[in-house]
């Protein structure tokens, strides 16, 4: 019977210290466990990958939504086109190119003409510059983008306008003054007689004779205007007076006269003749 009791409770000891073991053994793996999750967060706290996060490869495929994804050239530089307009010339630069024209056997009276047809259409009267005399009237013009101003006068109802320039440096310093004119006359109303001239002056102060020495008659220029035949351009020259020391200065009477196929047209002098004409009788 005492046996019997002694192993019962040995048993149940045994059996205590079973359930005690197994009940730590639990405990263990489910903080082991705990443990684990707790640790898991940090990684999975990481940018999500292209399989978790597919809004992110729509993103990265839209280039509008990734602008980073697109390859950006630098745009092609532009460059002006190129133009073929040469630059404007200036009145008083074409008035002297076309003037030394009259210094050759073939002088550009066409382009002279049209000259006249800018003065006529741009040249401003300066109504201070006005001077009345006895049967005439003297004034200037001005014109615009120039250096140069014309000179008018009236006398008895002919006109004669100018474009009067001073230099000593004129074809290598052989001439002193050159002028350019218009003239013609007022017929009832009406521009009548025009001629037109270029003319380089000599330095008359100097001997003819040492500054022709080897020239018989040096041109001066040419006039145009009506001749019987037609338009004509008639050699302006000088020579040695008979005097040995003097100078003649006119027209030739060695050279012959050229036909010219654009002379004076008349527009010109009939716009210059109303434009001065208007203050004639002020």
């Not at 200037?140 to 000179?151: D, E, G, I, T, Y």
């Not at 074809?171 to 004119?181: A, E, H, K, P, Q």
């Not at 080897?214 to 019987?228: I, Q």
């Not at 338009?231 to 020391?245: H, L």
Request: net charge negative.
């Amino acid at each position: 019977m005492g046996k019997n009791r002694a192993l019962g409770i040995a048993l149940a000891v045994a059996l205590a210290l079973m359930a005690w073991w197994l009940s730590r053994d639990t405990s263990n793996s489910s903080a082991h466990s705990s443990a684990s999750i707790a640790s898991e967060p940090a990684s999975s706290a990481s940018v999500p990958t292209r399989e978790s996060s597919p809004a992110v490869d729509d993103a990265r495929q839209d280039p509008e939504l990734d602008r980073s994804s697109e390859v950006v050239e630098a745009p092609a530089e532009v460059r002006p086109a190129a133009s073929d307009a040469s630059p404007v010339e200036s009145f008083d630069a074409r008035l002297d190119r076309t003037c030394a024209t009259f210094l050759t056997e073939s002088p550009d009276v066409a382009a002279l003409v049209r000259l006249w047809d800018e003065v006529a259409r741009d040249a401003q009267l300066e109504l201070g510059s006005l001077q009345r005399d006895a049967g005439s009237l003297s004034g200037r013009l001005v014109l615009p983008n120039s250096k140069l101003s014309a000179s008018f006068q009236i006398v008895n109802g002919s006109y004669r306008v100018s474009l009067d320039t001073n230099s000593t440096e004129m074809d290598g310093g052989n001439f002193v003054m050159r002028s350019v004119t218009l003239a013609f006359r007022d017929d009832g109303g009406l521009a009548a007689a025009g001629t037109t001239s270029v003319k380089f002056h000599p330095d008359t102060r100097k001997s003819a004779a040492a500054e022709l020495a080897n020239e018989p008659e040096r041109l001066l220029g040419w006039s145009v205007g009506m001749h019987e035949g037609g338009m004509k351009a008639t050699p302006i020259t000088a020579k040695v007076a008979e005097s040995g020391t003097g100078w003649i200065v006119g027209r030739s009477t060695t050279r012959p006269k050229i036909d010219v196929t654009s002379g004076v047209d008349g527009k010109a002098e009939q716009r210059l003749m109303d434009r001065i004409g208007a203050v004639k009788d002020r």
